[in-house]
């Protein structure tokens, strides 16, 4: 299994999401910047893109976002490797239908792509631990990596997210169901990039 490292700005909009809507599943596209070659042995996940948090398997909106980030990776340099979800139920930590659906087709154009499941219990104000849970394919089966996820200068990661979440910034969270009801939210959210990029 390759090493996974989580950016500051990937984990804050992540958590951000989950947090804003605490009653509801939401989920969203992870990325990573272009390989250079093929021997590479860790994933570095450089950013985050909220998908949905109302219906997140829909497919005709669920194409339309993808065609939009897949368009917005091609410009950046960028590809995308892998999948969140936070489950409707705060103890579920399991990925379900949708999740694999949605990850078992990212992995048809990223070999290394990874599964990242929110842990909704470890959600807090004080940010004091990791909420995810990584899975990647091996054999043909997705399994939880144990041992090699890391987080970006993680304890300032951790910190950053609290200082986002006191400021409420998980308010100005936009995703695609929140883009699609008014098309001039950005659902690249670069004021938060901004600000965790200050952070950092």
Known sequence: MADIIVSMQAYCKVFLHAVKYPECAVNGL??????????????????????????????????????????????????????????????????????YRIIDKILENFNDSCLMMIDSQKLSIECSN????????????????????????????LAAAASLLHAKYSRQLVDFDCHFDDVSLNWQNTNINDIVTRLL
């Open 30 to 99: 992870l990325l990573v910047e272009k390989p250079k070659n093929k021997e590479t042995k860790s994933l570095y996940i450089v950013d985050a893109i909220p998908l949905f948090h109302i219906c997140l398997g829909l497919a005709p909106m669920l194409e339309i976002a993808l065609m939009q980030v897949d368009n917005f990776c091609k410009n950046k340099g960028l590809v995308i490797a892998g999948y969140y979800q936070a489950n409707e139920h705060y103890r579920d930590t399991n990925p379900d239908f949708i999740a």
């Open 130 to 157: 990791s909420a995810i849970h990584l899975y990647q394919n091996l054999d043909g089966k997705w399994k939880l990596n144990k041992q090699s996820v890391q987080l970006e200068h993680n304890g300032k990661t």
